[in-house]
């Protein structure tokens, strides 16, 4: 299965998706014009991914410093592909935030509520 | 000549103006305007918390208005689709984002329920009501308008707004978030 990264912008995240070794990765802001379309292909890959080329082990890097509604609703969304896949696979997720950045521990604080099966490691940046 | 005292002193009167557009809002402006709002917070020290919660306001306020303008593009040619937006300072040293848009009755029946149940409850109860509709939304992508009120007033201590009847069918939306 082909990798794919898409690189950051001022106002989207790189994304890095690796299919040899299980790890997915977002990296900065997302407020997008239109945000479905711009997470397409992700949510595309993690589709193919999860069916029947998954590693291992998966692991979701996510380092948002902050975000857009919509955004907020499609991380919410991602979380869900996550959720499902989890009783088949091992997935682990880390929610890295700057430790003065209290929105963002609040918002990975949620989803830690929202998906109590999954795990969600929140952690302060190096 | 135009008179900028007489201006600078409009902006100026409630405190300090960060930042005051009114016209079309596209997303590259907004990303722009965003840019110009975080280099004004390093400017002013102010802290991460503080700042992370006025761009995600703003940014919120402004694609809200520039989204329904471009859904509102066909059929009513009279519908002036600019917004305004300002982001300041006022007398009490706290930061606000204010909004103003024309919008439709049914849309003004749309938010309006939305709003008066936010200024019943606490933050508690919005962050409740947000992780709800978070929730429940899953699978329709209507561009974020449905938790975004939600987002707002989160992240800030007090919202208030008014709707103001330009005639049957149209109404100026003015949204002030204080943090």
């Given at each position: 299965?082909?990798?794919?990264?898409?690189?950051?912008t001022?106002?989207?995240?790189?994304?890095?998706l690796?299919a040899?070794?299980?790890?997915i990765s977002l990296?900065?802001?997302?407020?997008p014009?239109?945000?479905f379309?711009?997470?397409?292909?992700m949510?595309e890959?993690?589709?193919e991914?999860?069916?029947?080329?998954?590693?291992?082990?998966?692991i979701?890097n996510m380092e948002?410093?902050?975000?857009?509604?919509?955004s907020?609703?499609?991380?919410f969304d991602?979380?869900?592909?996550?959720d499902e896949?989890?009783?088949s696979q091992?997935i682990?997720?880390?929610?890295?935030?700057d430790?003065d950045?209290?929105?963002?521990?609040e918002?990975?604080?949620?989803?830690?509520?929202?998906?109590?099966?999954?795990?969600?490691?929140?952690?302060?940046?190096a | 000549?135009?008179d900028?005292?007489?201006?600078?002193?409009?902006l100026?009167e409630d405190?300090i103006?960060?930042?005051?557009?009114?016209?079309f809002l596209?997303?590259?402006?907004?990303?722009?305007?965003?840019?110009?709002?975080?280099?004004?917070?390093?400017?002013?020290?102010?802290s991460?918390k503080?700042?992370?919660?006025?761009f995600t306001i703003?940014?919120?306020?402004?694609?809200?208005m520039?989204?329904?303008?471009?859904?509102?593009q066909q059929g009513?040619?009279k519908?002036?689709?600019?917004?305004?937006?300002?982001?300041?300072k006022?007398t009490?040293?706290?930061?606000?984002v204010?909004?103003?848009?024309?919008?439709?009755?049914?849309?003004?029946?749309n938010?309006?329920?939305?709003?008066q149940?936010?200024?019943?409850?606490?933050?508690?109860?919005?962050k409740?009501?947000?992780?709800?509709?978070?929730r429940?939304g899953?699978h329709?992508h209507s561009?974020g308008?449905?938790?975004?009120l939600y987002?707002v007033?989160k992240?800030?201590?007090?919202?208030k707004y008014?709707f103001?009847?330009?005639?049957?069918?149209?109404?100026?939306?003015?949204?002030?978030a204080?943090l």
């Amino acid at each position: 299965m082909e990798n794919l990264t898409i690189e950051a912008t001022q106002y989207t995240p790189e994304i890095k998706l690796d299919a040899s070794n299980g790890s997915i990765s977002l990296v900065g802001k997302s407020y997008p014009e239109n945000t479905f379309e711009f997470y397409k292909p992700m949510m595309e890959w993690l589709e193919e991914y999860f069916n029947g080329n998954a590693k291992e082990k998966t692991i979701l890097n996510m380092e948002i410093i902050y975000f857009n509604s919509s955004s907020s609703k499609l991380f919410f969304d991602l979380f869900d592909v996550l959720d499902e896949a989890k009783d088949s696979q091992n997935i682990e997720v880390n929610w890295i935030y700057d430790e003065d950045n209290e929105s963002a521990l609040e918002a990975g604080e949620d989803f830690v509520d929202d998906f109590e099966d999954l795990t969600i490691n929140l952690v302060v940046k190096a | 000549m135009m008179d900028t005292k007489r201006l600078e002193k409009i902006l100026n009167e409630d405190g300090i103006v960060f930042l005051t557009y009114g016209g079309f809002l596209t997303q590259s402006l907004i990303v722009g305007m965003t840019e110009a709002l975080e280099k004004e917070s390093e400017n002013a020290e102010i802290s991460k918390k503080t700042s992370n919660n006025i761009f995600t306001i703003f940014i919120e306020l402004s694609q809200n208005m520039m989204n329904y303008s471009k859904s509102h593009q066909q059929g009513d040619l009279k519908f002036d689709p600019k917004g305004m937006i300002v982001v300041g300072k006022n007398t009490r040293d706290r930061y606000y984002v204010l909004s103003q848009n024309i919008i439709a009755i049914e849309d003004k029946n749309n938010i309006e329920p939305k709003l008066q149940e936010i200024l019943a409850t606490d933050l508690d109860g919005v962050k409740k009501l947000y992780k709800e509709a978070r929730r429940s939304g899953k699978h329709s992508h209507s561009k974020g308008g449905g938790i975004g009120l939600y987002e707002v007033a989160k992240r800030c201590s007090s919202i208030k707004y008014d709707f103001e009847a330009i005639n049957s069918d149209k109404f100026y939306f003015k949204f002030k978030a204080v943090l």
